[in-house]
Each structure stands twice: as structure tokens, then as C-alpha cells.
């Protein structure tokens, strides 16, 4: 057999790197459903879903089968292509930042570095660009369905995702700024030199950062206490009142992956990505396949515990009102996020 | 590969350009620009100005056109009644725009020596960090522009706080 060309090596390796990590992505997203209503049941006193095989752990495959087989519903008077193009857009956008997550220390195989689909050197950016797109999805829904709560939902999603957008690319400049790279692999490797120490939330004082980011993020991906688009007691379900089928189902996906992302992200830029919190302390220990699978699991346990508080908070949370949305995005979390840009360059300036 | 990614952006550019003229309802019309906007900025990446075309995304289509995009929804505005249009705008527009046509072209085919040709690519395959140099041109040579540029931005968000205010 002849040997595969550079470029063959190179192409082949990519497209199975986007078919595992678009697999596991799409895999994590139904079982972040379940997780969700199994901690929230328990929440709340009840069970959460417990027929479906062992656990209730089958339960995403029969939520599955029960979208995919409902009668796909198309609302006379909407507006038709833009109607179907809609989920497409949000479910495609919230699907394609994960390409630039580093999801594991660098390892190269045959000049392909395996555990990131794409290394760009300007990662943020590209994620912050993709997520700014994500919002013709839920905007183009709401309008184009012809619908009076559809189209309230939409806008008050739109006006929401504007509004957090700025505090979210403000909050992250301080990172950015020790890190002095907008490469997400850089941004990591700026945080591993001492465990947990040298993270950007303990070491880094980035902690003011981390909570205007995180609060940004939950208003971004419309989740509780920010979900006002989809407020049921106003608005029966917001933003996809008329979608049905597999229709609802990607915007349902949508939403979930787009929590892993900024989960991804939230680890990535302020807990230290896939290195281990305890740095050099212990011994690597087993072969280079155990080295190499251990950052991948400290990721995975990191992002974890993201989507666990995610859950939490919307079992603890009441919901915003609408001014008080606008008003704490505007004039709270922005000053807050300039205020820690302007010290953290001067510290870095100082320390200079 | 950057030829065939040229080749392909730069006719959906066009195409979208055309569409946002065509389109009868304005909402296909700023989607049609948004198109335009994101092919424009596959072409920037071609070329090697990464940090311009995320900046394009991000600013352009993610938020002046979601803006757009926004009050044509807000206003819920109907499809344009198609008129015949102007007589000025036909005699006037058709040879106005082919002469624009032809002196862009003449200019870059006569003065293609003095401008260079561009590099399809050619940026992305050495490692320049090109956002670190422009924020050093930025902070730099062309430090006072940048500053009268953020001072007529801030006029103009004094002028529409002050549009916005309800009187007293």
C-alpha cells in the first residue's frame, strides 16, 4: 500500500475528528436533557424520568423517536423558507463552535493535532462571531411563524442577546489580555503552570470577570433566570410556539449546545481548559495513552460540573422581570466589566 | 483551495448583492446583505486578514445587521409596492454605474504594478500574528485618527440618548 500524501493524511484525520467530536457533542446534548430533568426532579422532590431503561438512562432515544415520528406542522400564513431556515441557522451555529475548542493537551499525530478540530489563532473571536450569528436563527423564527407570542419571544430574545453580547466580549477581554493571545490553546497554556493556582479565576483574579461572563452567558443562551423569550406563563412557549417535530427539536438542541459551548468556554478561559488542577504535584504515572486521556477527563468533569450549576441555578432562580433584565445587563454588568478591564491592564502595565 | 474559495465567496457576494437589489420584501433584503457581509469575510480570511474578518462578522452581521434586522420586524413592514421607478434613475444610474465600472478597472488593470497583487492565501501559510500588528499601527502611527473616530462615535450616542429621552 502506498503512503497517503500530507494533505490525504491531513483531510482524512479532519473529517474524523468532526464526525467523533459532532457524535459526542450530539450525544452529550440528549443526555444534558436528561440530566437536567433527572437533577431537577430530585430538586423538586419527584423522580424525573425513570421507565425507560435502567435509571431512565434510554429516555433521550424514545424523546428522540417521539420527535422525529410527530406530524411535522407548517402554519398557513407564515413566512416558508425563512420558517424552515430558521432552526437550521440556530441548531448550525450553536453546532459549529465547538470546532475550536481544545478539548485536550496538544497531541500530534502525524503533524494533525487530534484533540482540537481546528487550532485557529483567533478561537474567541471566531466564537464570539458565531454566537452573534446564532441570533438570526431565533429572531428569523419568531418573525417569520406569524405568530403574536412567537413574535414577542423572538424579540425580547433578540433584544436580550444584543444587550449581554457586550458585557460577555467585555468580560473575556482580561483574560485575553494576560494571555496576550486570542488563540484558545494559548489562552490555556498562559493558565498551566502551577495547577489551579495559575488559573485565570484564582491566580489570574479574574473572578470578577467569571461572574459577569457567566451571567452573560446564561442571558446569551436564554436560560433561566434570563429565559423570559420562552416565559410559558406569558407567552405559551416563545420564540417556537408554531414549530413542531423535528422543527422544535433542533431548536431544543440548539439550546443545549449551545450550554456545552459556553461551558467549554467558561473552562477554557477562566479554570485552566484540560490541565489538572493539581499541576505538577502528582507523578505522571501509567503510559502515554493514560497522559494523554487524563486532560480529556479533567476537561469533561470541568464542563460537567458547568452544566450541574446550569441546572442548579435554574432550580434555585426566579425569573427576571423585563426591565430588571435590561437594567442589570446595561448598568451593572457593563460598568463591572470595564471597570475590570481598566485594573487588569493597569496591574499589567505595573507588574511590566 | 483558495482559488476555488475565492471563486466561490466572491459570486455568492455578488449574488447576494443582487438578491438584496431584487427582493421585494425587506426583511430577504437584509438577509440578502447579511449574505454579502459573511462572503466578504471568507474573502478577508482568504487573503490572511483573519482578525478583519472576524471583526466583520461580529460587528457587521452580528450586530448592525441584527439591528436591521430587528426594527424591520418591530415595524412589521409590508412588501414594497413595486413602481416603475424614476425616469432619472434609469438614464442617470445604468451609465453612472457602468462608468463607475469601468474607471475602478481601468484604474486597477493601468496602475496594477504601483498597487501589487494580492497573495490568495498567501498570509495564511507563515505564521504573522496580524492582529498584534495592527493594534500596533493603531496605537501608533494612527493613534489621533483612531481617537477622532471613538469621539464622533461617542457624539453620536450623546445625539441618540438625547433622541431617545422621553421630556420631562
Avoid at chain 1, 85 to 90: G, S, T
Avoid at chain 1, 218 to 240: C, I, K, M, Q
Avoid at chain 2, 18 to 28: A, G, S
Wanted: aromatic share 10%; proline share 4%.
Amino acid at each position: 500500500m502506498r503512503p497517503l500524501t500530507p494533505f490525504l493524511t491531513f483531510l482524512l484525520l479532519s473529517i474524523l475528528k468532526i464526525v467523533v467530536v459532532l457524535v459526542i457533542t450530539l450525544t452529550a446534548v440528549a443526555y444534558t436533557v436528561l440530566l437536567e430533568r433527572k437533577v431537577l426532579g430530585r430538586m423538586q422532590n419527584r423522580w424525573g424520568p425513570s421507565r425507560v431503561g435502567p435509571f431512565g438512562l434510554l429516555q433521550p432515544l424514545a424523546d428522540g423517536i417521539k420527535l422525529f415520528l410527530k406530524e411535522d406542522l407548517m402554519p398557513l400564513a407564515s413566512e416558508r423558507p425563512l420558517f424552515i431556515i430558521a432552526p437550521i441557522i440556530a441548531l448550525a451555529c450553536s453546532l459549529v463552535s465547538i470546532a475550536v475548542v481544545p478539548f485536550g493537551a496538544i497531541q500530534n499525530v502525524k503533524g494533525v493535532d487530534i484533540f482540537n478540530v481546528a487550532n485557529v489563532n483567533i478561537g474567541l473571536l471566531v466564537i464570539l462571531g458565531i454566537t452573534s450569528i446564532g441570533v438570526y436563527g431565533i429572531a428569523l423564527s419568531g418573525w417569520s411563524s406569524n405568530n403574536k407570542f412567537a413574535l414577542l419571544g423572538s424579540l425580547r430574545a433578540t433584544s436580550q442577546m444584543i444587550s449581554y453580547e457586550l458585557a460577555l466580549g467585555l468580560s473575556l477581554v482580561g483574560v485575553v489580555l494576560r494571555a496576550q493571545s486570542l488563540s484558545l490553546r494559548d489562552i490555556v497554556s498562559s493558565q498551566s503552570a502551577h495547577g489551579a493556582l495559575s488559573w485565570n479565576i484564582f491566580g489570574g483574579f479574574q473572578f470578577v470577570a467569571f461572574f459577569v461572563y457567566l451571567v452573560a452567558a446564561y442571558a446569551e443562551t436564554n436560560r433561566s433566570p434570563f429565559d423570559l423569550p420562552e416565559a410559558e406563563s406569558e407567552l405559551v412557549a416563545g420564540y417556537h410556539t408554531e414549530y413542531s417535530s423535528m422543527k422544535f427539536a433542533m431548536f431544543f438542541m440548539a439550546e443545549y449546545a449551545n450550554m456545552i459551548t459556553v461551558s467549554c468556554v467558561a473552562t477554557l478561559l477562566f479554570f485552566g481548559g484540560p490541565s489538572s488542577p493539581f499541576g505538577h504535584l502528582i507523578p505522571a504515572f501509567g503510559g502515554a495513552i493514560v497522559q494523554a486521556i487524563l486532560p480529556i477527563l479533567w476537561f469533561v468533569l470541568k464542563v460537567l460540573a458547568f452544566l450541574l450549576l446550569y441546572i442548579w441555578v435554574r432550580g434555585t432562580l426566579p425569573r427576571f422581570r423585563y426591565d430588571q433584565l435590561m437594567g442589570f445587563g446595561w448598568k451593572v454588568l457593563l460598568p463591572i466589566a470595564m471597570v475590570n478591564i481598566i485594573v487588569t491592564s493597569l496591574v499589567l502595565a505595573l507588574r511590566a | 483551495m483558495q482559488l476555488a474559495l475565492f471563486l466561490i465567496f466572491g459570486g455568492l457576494a455578488v449574488a447576494g448583492a443582487l438578491n438584496l437589489l431584487l427582493q421585494k420584501h425587506p426583511i430577504n433584503s437584509a438577509l440578502s446583505l447579511v449574505v454579502v457581509m459573511m462572503s466578504l469575510a471568507v474573502l478577508y480570511w482568504s487573503l490572511g486578514a483573519e482578525f478583519l474578518a472576524a471583526a466583520q462578522v461580529i460587528v457587521y452581521s452580528g450586530a448592525i445587521m441584527v439591528l436591521f434586522v430587528f426594527v424591520i420586524m418591530l415595524l412589521n413592514a409590508g412588501e414594497e409596492e413595486r413602481t416603475t421607478g424614476s425616469r432619472a434613475a434609469y438614464i442617470a444610474g445604468f451609465p453612472g454605474a457602468a462608468a463607475i465600472f469601468c474607471l475602478l478597472s481601468f484604474v486597477f488593470l493601468s496602475e496594477s504594478k504601483a498597487l501589487g497583487l494580492a497573495n490568495l492565501g498567501g498570509q495564511l501559510s507563515h505564521a504573522t500574528n496580524n492582529i498584534s500588528e495592527i493594534s500596533s499601527v493603531l496605537f501608533t502611527k494612527l493613534l489621533l485618527p483612531f481617537e477622532v473616530t471613538s469621539i464622533l462615535i461617542l457624539v453620536a450616542i450623546l445625539g441618540a440618548v438625547v433622541l431617545a429621552r422621553k421630556e420631562q
